[in-house]
C-alpha cells in the first residue's frame, strides 16, 4: 500500500509539472493548440473563386483556435475564423473562412496590388519556409482580393515590402462573412528538398471596425506576425523536390520625352531577364539591356539641412534582392547603394549593358552576388559594379556575415569590405525580444590621397511592448568612401539611445496605451576633434493612442549645430559659422485610418539657428469606395532670421481608381514654392496574369516661375513586361 500510495503521488507530481510546464509555455511564448496543421494531397485541379466549395476543402484538418493580441490579450477571437490548406504538385492552397456576425460592417476599401492593409479588415499567412526561425514570406489579402507581400528577414527586424511575388488570391463575401481562396507556385518559394516537408507558418486576422486583431500563435504584444520565431508548424507536405524554373520575362518600352524648348523625341527600348531556379533554394539571374525605367515619381524634398538627401530604389531589377545585401551598418552609412548603379549625378539614366546576380541560402549560409556593367555615357566611363554577400547562421536567430562592394573604372578602382554579426533572441527574460550586434567596414581607393577609411556601428535593441529600448554608436572617418553606397555625412561619429514607456492603463477604459520617451538623442561628434557637430534630443512627457484609434503626442526637443563654415539654407539667406542651441515644441494628432475618411496634423514651432521656424503638415485621406480614394497633404515652413524671412509652401495630392485587383490607376501631382514647379505623374498598371504587367506612364514637369504657367519636360510612356515559364 505504501508502495502503491507512493506511486500515487509521483504521477500527481508529474502531472503537476507538466501542468506547470505547459502554463509557461503558454505564457511565455503564447501557444495555443493545435499548433500544427496539415496540408491535404489533392490531385485534380483547384479552381480558384473564393467560393470554397470544392469537397477538398471539407477534407482537409481546418485550425480554428485563434487568440486576440488587441484590443483584448489573450482572450478568444469574438468572431469564427478557420483556415484549411491543399497542394499538389506545383501549387499550395490556402482556404480562409473568415466569420462575421455583421458583414455589412466588414471595412474593405484598398484594391491595389501593395495596397494599405493596415486601413481594412485584412488576412495575413507568414510562411518561414526554411524553418529556421529567421527568414519568411508574407502575404496578405482584404475582402476585395487585394494583395501584398513582402519578404521577412532576421526574424523580422527587416521587411522588404518591394518584393513581388507570383500567387493569387480570390474571395467572397456573404451574409455570413467573407472568405479567400489562396494559390502560391512552389516555384515562388525557396525551401530545402526533403521527402517530408516541415515549414512555420502562422495566421492573423484583422477585424477593423472592431480594431481587433487575432493570432493562430504567437500573439504576444512583444512581437508581431513577422516574428517568424513564434509560429507553428505545416505538415504534410511530401514529394515536392523537384520545382525546378526557367523564367523569361522580356520588356518593350516605347514612348515620346520633350525636354525644355528641344523637339519631342522617341523613346524605346527592350531586353529582358532571365531566371533559373537551379535549386529550390538557390536562383540565378541574367539580365540584357536591364529594364531601369522607373514608373513612379520620386517626391520632391526641400532640403532645409546641410546634407544630402537619402531617395529609396523604386527601380523594379534591384527592388527584388535587396534584402541579401543589407548589411549592419544602419541606414547612414551603406555601403551598397543601388541607385549608384545606372543613374548619373543629375539623375540621367545610363545605360546597362548586362548583369549577373545569385541570389539564395544554402544549408545555413545566405548568399547574395551581383555584377552589372554600365556603359560609356558623356564624361563618365564604362563601369562595372560588383556586390558580394555571404551571411552565417549561427546559434539559434543570429549570424554573422561579411560583404564586398566594388566600383571598377578603367583608371579609377573603389573598394568597400566589411563583416556584421547579430544576437537576436524572442526568448529573453522568457518571452521578450532583444538584439544586438555591429559592423565594421573598410574603403579602398588607390588614387586618394588618404586611400584607406573606416566605418563602424555597434548596436543594442530590446523593441517590446512596455519598455522599448535601443541604443547605438556609429563612427565614419574622414576617409571613408563609399562609391557605390550612401554617407548621409563624413568625419563622424553618432552616440544614440532612445527609451519609451508604453503603459496600457485598465482604469482608463477609452485609453489603449500611452507612450511616454524620458529620453531620445542622436549626438555627433567630429571623429577627429572630437568637437560637437550636431545634437538632437526629445522628451515625450504626453503620447497616448485610444481604442478608437486616434493618435497624440507632445514633444519638446533641444537641438545644437556646430557650423565650421558658412551655410546657404536659401537663396541668399546665410546662416554664419559658429555654434548654435535651440529649443522645438511639437505636436501631433491624428484619427483613426480604418474610417472612410481621416486625417494627420503635424505643428511643431521655435527656435531656428539665429531665429524662429514655424511648420505645418496637414494630411487628409478621403476613401469614396473601394475602386476611388483621394489624398492631400500641405506642409509650410515659416522661418525668420536676422539674416532674412522667407516660406516655402508643398503641396501635394494623389487620386487612385482601382477597377479590379489587376486593373488601376493613380494620379500625382506635387508643388512647392522652393523649386517653383509643378510635377504630375499619371500611371496606370494592368495585370494580365500574375507576373505580367502593363504600364502606361504620363509625366509632366510645369514651371510655375513668373505670373504663367510654362510646361517644360514631357514624357509619355507605355511598357509592357510578359512572364514565361519554360
Request: hydrophobic share 40%.
Amino acid at each position: 500500500m505504501e508502495a502503491s500510495s507512493g506511486g500515487t503521488m509521483i504521477k500527481r507530481l508529474f502531472r503537476l509539472l507538466i501542468l506547470i510546464a505547459a502554463a509557461l509555455k503558454f505564457l511565455f511564448a503564447q501557444v495555443s493548440f493545435p499548433d500544427e496543421i496539415q496540408a491535404y494531397k489533392i490531385d485534380d485541379p483547384l479552381k480558384i473563386d473564393g467560393r470554397l466549395s470544392e469537397a477538398f476543402w471539407q477534407k482537409a484538418a481546418h485550425i480554428s483556435n485563434f487568440t486576440q493580441r488587441e484590443l483584448n490579450f489573450g482572450q478568444p477571437a469574438t468572431e469564427r475564423t478557420e483556415v484549411a490548406i491543399l497542394y499538389d504538385e506545383k501549387n499550395l492552397y490556402i482556404g480562409v473562412w473568415c466569420y462575421d456576425s455583421q458583414p455589412e460592417q466588414i471595412i474593405a476599401r484598398g484594391m491595389k496590388y501593395d495596397f494599405d492593409f493596415e486601413k481594412d479588415d485584412n488576412f495575413k499567412i507568414v510562411f518561414d519556409t526554411y524553418h529556421d526561425r529567421r527568414n519568411g514570406y508574407l502575404f496578405v489579402t482584404n475582402p476585395n482580393a487585394a494583395r501584398f507581400d513582402a519578404l521577412i528577414q532576421d526574424n523580422g527586424q527587416q521587411v522588404n515590402e518591394s518584393w513581388n511575388g507570383v500567387w493569387d488570391v480570390k474571395t467572397s463575401i456573404t451574409s455570413e462573412g467573407w472568405f479567400a481562396e489562396f494559390r502560391i507556385p512552389f516555384s515562388t518559394l525557396k525551401f530545402k528538398t526533403r521527402e517530408e516537408l516541415i515549414w512555420g507558418i502562422n495566421f492573423e486576422r484583422v477585424i477593423q471596425r472592431k480594431r481587433e486583431q487575432v493570432l493562430w500563435q504567437g500573439w504576444s504584444r512583444d512581437a508581431d506576425i513577422e516574428q517568424v520565431s513564434r509560429a507553428g508548424k505545416l505538415t504534410g507536405l511530401r514529394g515536392i523536390n523537384h520545382i525546378t524554373l526557367l523564367e523569361f520575362k522580356p520588356y518593350a518600352l516605347a514612348g515620346i520625352e520633350k525636354t525644355g524648348g528641344q523637339a519631342p523625341a522617341t523613346v524605346g527600348d527592350m531586353g529582358g531577364d532571365l531566371n533559373y531556379l537551379i535549386t529550390p533554394t538557390m536562383k540565378l539571374n541574367v539580365t540584357l539591356n536591364t529594364d531601369f525605367a522607373q514608373v513612379e515619381a520620386d517626391r520632391m524634398q526641400v532640403n532645409l539641412t546641410r546634407f544630402s538627401l537619402f531617395y529609396p530604389e523604386k527601380r523594379e531589377f534591384f527592388l527584388e534582392g535587396r534584402q541579401y545585401f543589407d548589411f549592419g551598418l544602419g541606414h547612414s552609412i551603406r555601403p551598397f547603394y543601388s541607385r549608384r548603379i545606372g543613374l548619373g549625378p543629375d539623375n540621367s539614366e545610363i545605360p546597362i549593358i548586362a548583369g549577373l546576380r545569385l541570389l539564395g541560402k544554402s544549408g545555413g549560409a545566405t548568399l547574395g552576388g551581383m555584377s552589372i556593367q554600365t556603359a560609356r555615357k558623356d564624361s563618365i566611363p564604362t563601369t562595372n559594379y560588383t556586390a558580394l554577400r555571404w551571411k552565417q547562421d549561427i546559434f539559434e536567430q543570429s549570424s554573422i556575415g561579411i560583404i564586398g562592394v566594388g566600383k571598377i573604372q578603367k583608371d579609377h578602382q573603389n573598394l568597400v569590405y566589411g563583416s556584421d554579426f547579430l544576437y537576436s533572441t524572442s526568448r529573453f527574460l522568457g518571452s521578450k525580444t532583444l538584439a544586438m550586434g555591429g559592423a565594421i567596414a573598410q574603403s579602398f581607393t588607390p588614387q586618394n590621397d588618404h586611400p584607406i577609411g573606416f566605418a563602424h556601428r555597434l548596436f543594442i535593441d530590446f523593441p517590446n511592448d512596455l519598455i522599448d529600448f535601443s541604443s547605438i554608436w556609429d563612427r565614419s572617418d574622414a576617409y571613408f568612401n563609399p562609391e557605390t553606397g550612401y554617407l548621409r555625412r563624413e568625419n563622424y561619429q553618432m552616440f544614440m539611445a532612445d527609451l519609451r514607456l508604453k503603459p496600457r492603463p485598465k482604469f482608463l477604459p477609452f485609453i489603449q496605451r500611452f507612450e511616454f520617451k524620458p529620453f531620445d538623442f542622436n549626438y555627433y561628434i567630429d571623429d577627429r576633434t572630437h568637437e560637437l557637430q550636431t545634437l538632437w534630443s526629445e522628451f515625450r512627457p504626453l503620447g497616448f493612442k485610444t481604442r478608437s484609434g486616434e493618435f497624440f503626442e507632445a514633444n519638446y526637443q533641444r537641438l545644437a549645430e556646430n557650423l565650421l563654415e558658412p551655410f546657404e539654407i536659401h537663396d541668399g539667406i546665410v546662416i554664419p559659422a559658429g555654434e548654435y542651441w535651440f529649443s522645438r515644441y511639437e505636436l501631433q494628432f491624428g484619427t483613426f485610418r480604418g474610417r472612410p475618411a481621416y486625417a494627420f496634423l503635424f505643428y511643431q514651432w521655435g527656435d531656428y539657428y539665429t531665429g524662429k521656424r514655424t511648420e505645418w503638415f496637414i494630411r487628409s485621406v478621403v476613401k469614396f469606395n473601394r475602386h476611388v480614394s483621394m489624398s492631400y497633404d500641405f506642409t509650410q515652413n515659416v522661418i525668420d532670421l536676422p539674416q532674412g524671412h522667407f516660406t516655402v509652401n508643398e503641396f501635394g495630392s494623389r487620386l487612385e481608381v482601382a477597377v479590379s485587383p489587376d486593373l488601376f490607376g493613380s494620379l500625382f501631382a506635387q508643388w512647392n514654392s522652393d523649386e517653383d514647379l509643378i510635377l504630375l505623374n499619371f500611371r496606370m498598371n494592368w495585370i494580365p496574369r500574375a507576373g505580367s504587367n502593363f504600364f502606361f506612364v504620363v509625366n509632366q514637369s510645369v514651371d510655375t516661375h513668373g505670373s504663367a504657367l510654362r510646361l517644360t519636360n514631357t514624357t509619355v510612356l507605355s511598357k509592357f513586361v510578359w512572364r514565361f515559364v519554360l
